[in-house]
């Protein structure tokens, strides 16, 4: 993985948990995991970006059925 052993990755596991301490990589795996997700979720989404105002949407949405 990236030219990285297992000793190379050992060593950067304790480096963190020196750093941030055992309390906090829950936390920070979490974000990592949101992240990742967000990031994911936003390549699969169409390159279109909604700017109808709110108030143009509910009327819209009222007039369909």
Request: glycine share 10%; aromatic share 4%; no cysteine.
């Amino acid at each position: 993985m990236f030219g990285l052993g297992m000793p190379e990755l050992l060593v950067i596991l304790v480096i963190i948990l020196i750093i941030f301490g055992a309390g906090k990589l829950p936390e920070i795996g979490n974000a990592l995991g949101r992240g990742i997700k967000n990031f994911k979720k936003a390549t699969r989404e169409p390159n279109e970006i909604d700017v109808t105002p709110d108030s143009e949407k509910k009327k819209a949405e009222e007039k369909k059925p």
